[in-house]
């Protein structure tokens, strides 16, 4: 899988989430069928598997399952908080078209 990144902001906020969390815990980020244009992304917290794939930084942990790497190769999550709300979002270069919130896309 071509490497998933992790915005500094996303990083810190995944960080600060997992503090609160028992030891092992990660920021499960996963594609799954639906929403207006197929696939909409997934955001958990759960216990990785051994099939997952691990991205550690800063002391943020993500597991991603094999199903959603494909979908999520060359991805970065970002984390924005601003004055409409905060929020995780995906830019994935791999989305050919998405919804107007950017919870829903189309691959290529």
């Avoid at 639906?34 to 598997?49: E, M, S």
């Avoid at 550690?56 to 991805?75: C, F, M, R, W």
């Amino acid at each position: 899988m071509s490497q998933f990144r992790l915005s500094p902001a996303a990083a810190a906020r995944i960080k600060s989430i997992l503090a609160a969390e028992p030891p092992g815990t990660a920021l499960r980020v996963a594609v799954e069928g639906g929403g207006c244009n197929g696939f909409r992304y997934r955001f958990a917290l759960d216990h990785p598997t051994d099939e997952d794939t691990l991205i550690e930084e800063a002391g943020a942990v993500v597991a991603i399952d094999p199903a959603s790497a494909d979908l999520l190769a060359g991805a970065e999550l970002d984390y924005t908080d601003a004055l409409i709300g905060a929020h995780f979002a995906v830019r994935n270069p791999l989305a050919r078209s998405s919804c107007g919130c950017g919870a829903s896309f189309s691959p290529d």
